[in-house]
C-alpha cells in the first residue's frame, strides 16, 4: 500500500519536472460543517503564460482551445489517483483529516485510500462524472472530478444528476436527494460544494465531452443549474489550491477555477460541443 511518505516524493518529485451519513462514528472521525481550511500548497506555480493560447476566445473556439490546452495531462491511474487524493490533495494542512465534500464528516488518520475506505465504514472517491455516465479510462482517475465522500453519501448520489430538490427524501449536513420541480430524481450538494461540483463538470465536459465520448444525460439537464451555481459560489481559496495540487501531480488545471469568467464566454456548453462535433464530421472522408 502507498503510504503518505511514500507520496510525497512522486508530488514533489513531478512538481519539479513536468473523492457516514447513517453511521455511527468510528475512532478518528469527528463532526465537520466545513472542510478543513487550507494553510499550505503542494502544487507548482501555473506559467504566467498559461492560458495565452486561449486568450482572445470565445463560444466554441474557446471550448475547444481549452480542450487542446488542459485535456493532455498524466494519468495516476484509479488506485494512485485516490492514494494521492486522500493522502494530499485533500489534506493540504497536512494533519492527516480528509472530511466528505457533501455532509463534512471528517474523518482523522487518513494517509491513503486505504485508511480512508476503512472496509466501507469512512470515506470514498465520488466521481462528479458518473462512471456510468462515462468516466472511464483516464477519465475515471482524473482528480479534477474526484472528490472525498462519506461512503453512505457517496452510495446515495449515486449517478442521479445534480439539481435543485423540491421533494427531500434524503437529506445530511446540507447535500439532499429528492425530486426536481419537475419530478426528476436530482442531488443537490450542500452549498459550499455547488461551486466546485460546477466547475468540475465543466471541466469534464470541456475534456472528454467535447468528443461526445461520455454519456451527456445528466450534462444536458444539469447545465443550467451548474453554470448558475458557478455564479453563487465562485472559487475560493481552498479550491484554487487544490486546483495547483492536481496540478502539481497531473500537469493541468482546472480553468474555470482560474479562469471563472470562461463559462459565460464559452456560453452553452452543449450546444458549443455540437458545434465542434458538426465541424468534425463534416471533415470526416465519406
Same mark, same amino acid.
Given at each position: 500500500?502507498?503510504?503518505? !511518505?511514500?507520496?510525497?516524493?512522486?508530488?514533489?518529485?513531478?512538481?519539479?519536472?513536468?473523492?457516514?451519513?447513517?453511521?455511527?462514528?468510528?475512532?478518528?472521525? !469527528?463532526?465537520?460543517?466545513?472542510?478543513?481550511?487550507?494553510?499550505?500548497?503542494?502544487?507548482?506555480?501555473?506559467?504566467?503564460?498559461?492560458?495565452?493560447?486561449?486568450?482572445?476566445?470565445? &463560444?466554441?473556439?474557446?471550448?475547444?482551445?481549452?480542450?487542446?490546452?488542459?485535456?493532455?495531462?498524466? =494519468?495516476?491511474?484509479?488506485?494512485?489517483?485516490?492514494?494521492?487524493?486522500?493522502?494530499?490533495?485533500?489534506?493540504?494542512?497536512?494533519?492527516?483529516?480528509?472530511?466528505?465534500?457533501?455532509?463534512?464528516?471528517?474523518?482523522?488518520?487518513? *494517509?491513503?485510500?486505504? +485508511?480512508? #475506505?476503512?472496509? &466501507?465504514?469512512?470515506?470514498?472517491?465520488?466521481?462528479?462524472?458518473?462512471? +456510468?455516465?462515462?468516466?472511464?479510462?483516464?477519465?475515471?482517475?482524473?482528480?479534477?472530478?474526484? #472528490?472525498?465522500?462519506?461512503?453512505?453519501?457517496? +452510495?446515495? *448520489?449515486?449517478? $442521479?444528476?445534480?439539481?435543485?430538490?423540491?421533494?427531500? @427524501?434524503?437529506?445530511?449536513? &446540507?447535500?439532499?436527494?429528492? =425530486?426536481?420541480?419537475?419530478?426528476?430524481?436530482?442531488?443537490?450538494?450542500?452549498?459550499?460544494?455547488?461551486?466546485?461540483?460546477?466547475?468540475?463538470?465543466?471541466?469534464?465536459?470541456?475534456? $472528454?465531452?467535447?468528443?461526445?465520448?461520455?454519456?451527456? %444525460?445528466?450534462? /444536458?439537464?444539469? %447545465?443550467?443549474?451548474?453554470?448558475?451555481?458557478? @455564479?453563487?459560489?465562485?472559487?475560493?481559496?481552498? @479550491?484554487?489550491?487544490?486546483?495547483?495540487?492536481? #496540478?502539481?501531480?497531473?500537469?493541468?488545471?482546472?480553468? $474555470?477555477?482560474?479562469?471563472?469568467? $470562461?463559462?459565460?464566454?464559452?456560453?452553452?456548453?452543449?450546444?458549443?460541443?455540437?458545434?465542434?462535433?458538426?465541424?468534425?464530421?463534416?471533415? /470526416?472522408? !465519406?
Amino acid at each position: 500500500m502507498t503510504t503518505r !511518505r511514500a507520496l510525497l516524493p512522486l508530488i514533489l518529485g513531478f512538481a519539479l519536472a513536468a473523492t457516514a451519513c447513517g453511521l455511527p462514528a468510528a475512532p478518528g472521525a !469527528r463532526a465537520a460543517l466545513k472542510r478543513p481550511a487550507v494553510t499550505r500548497s503542494l502544487g507548482r506555480t501555473m506559467p504566467a503564460d498559461y492560458y495565452a493560447p486561449v486568450a482572445n476566445m470565445s &463560444g466554441p473556439a474557446l471550448l475547444q482551445g481549452l480542450n487542446q490546452l488542459v485535456g493532455p495531462h498524466r =494519468d495516476l491511474g484509479y488506485d494512485g489517483a485516490r492514494d494521492v487524493m486522500f493522502a494530499d490533495v485533500d489534506d493540504l494542512d497536512g494533519d492527516d483529516t480528509v472530511a466528505c465534500v457533501y455532509i463534512g464528516r471528517a474523518l482523522d488518520n487518513v *494517509r491513503d485510500r486505504a +485508511s480512508a #475506505f476503512r472496509n &466501507g465504514a469512512g470515506l470514498n472517491a465520488e466521481h462528479t462524472w458518473p462512471q +456510468s455516465k462515462g468516466a472511464e479510462g483516464s477519465a475515471k482517475a482524473d482528480l479534477h472530478h474526484l #472528490f472525498p465522500s462519506d461512503v453512505k453519501a457517496n +452510495s446515495t *448520489r449515486g449517478s $442521479y444528476p445534480f439539481g435543485e430538490v423540491a421533494r427531500v @427524501e434524503w437529506a445530511e449536513g &446540507g447535500s439532499q436527494l429528492g =425530486d426536481n420541480g419537475s419530478g426528476r430524481r436530482v442531488f443537490e450538494p450542500r452549498m459550499d460544494q455547488r461551486g466546485d461540483t460546477a466547475r468540475a463538470l465543466l471541466y469534464f465536459f470541456t475534456v $472528454y465531452g467535447v468528443t461526445g465520448g461520455p454519456d451527456l %444525460e445528466n450534462f /444536458r439537464l444539469e %447545465e443550467p443549474t451548474i453554470k448558475r451555481w458557478h @455564479e453563487q459560489d465562485p472559487p475560493t481559496t481552498d @479550491e484554487k489550491l487544490r486546483n495547483d495540487a492536481v #496540478f502539481a501531480v497531473q500537469g493541468n488545471r482546472n480553468p $474555470y477555477i482560474d479562469h471563472p469568467e $470562461y463559462v459565460a464566454r464559452v456560453g452553452g456548453f452543449m450546444q458549443a460541443g455540437a458545434a465542434l462535433n458538426a465541424r468534425v464530421s463534416k471533415r /470526416r472522408p !465519406r
